[in-house]
Nanobody, 126 residues
Framework: QVQLVESGGGSVQPGGSLRLSCAASGRPFSMLAMGWFRQATGKQREFVASISRSSPTYYVDSIKGRFTISRDNDKKTLSLQMNRLMPEDTAVYYC????????????????????WGQGTQVTVSS
């Protein structure tokens, strides 16, 4: 089992920045592929960004150039740096993890992930 705990959400004005973190425990972090998803009120959960066990990353088009996903295997932490936030980024953001036998593979579908955090709210509003 893997436990995931997100932090760093909050309220920010348009154009502002937030950094989300996800602390993982329960299994060797280096063996996990990780991802961020978000769900706005009344909408389906959507993919945001993912990172393989090694360096490859993948982003949804709407956040490319504004968000950066990263991982620190020593600290067992996943991060999402969010810059130039827009009102449409408002959502609950979820950290997700899965065991991955392939070091460079990224996963973008929610049903590919085995473990989920409880979510953290991000609100972008003036």
């Amino acid at each position: 089992q893997v436990q995931l705990v997100e932090s760093g959400g909050g309220s920010v004005q348009p154009g502002g920045s937030l950094r989300l973190s996800c602390a993982a425990s329960g299994r060797p972090f280096s063996m996990l592929a990780m991802g961020w998803f978000r769900q706005a009120t009344g909408k389906q959960r959507e993919f945001v960004a993912s990172i393989s066990r090694s360096s490859p990353t993948y982003y949804v088009d709407s956040i490319k150039g504004r968000f950066t996903i990263s991982r620190d295997n020593d600290k067992k932490t996943l991060s999402l740096q969010m810059n130039r936030l827009m009102p449409e980024d408002t959502a609950v953001y979820y950290c997700a993890a899965r065991n991955s036998a392939i070091p460079y593979k990224v996963y973008t579908q929610s049903d590919e992930y085995e473990y989920w955090g409880q979510g953290t709210q991000v609100t972008v509003s003036s």
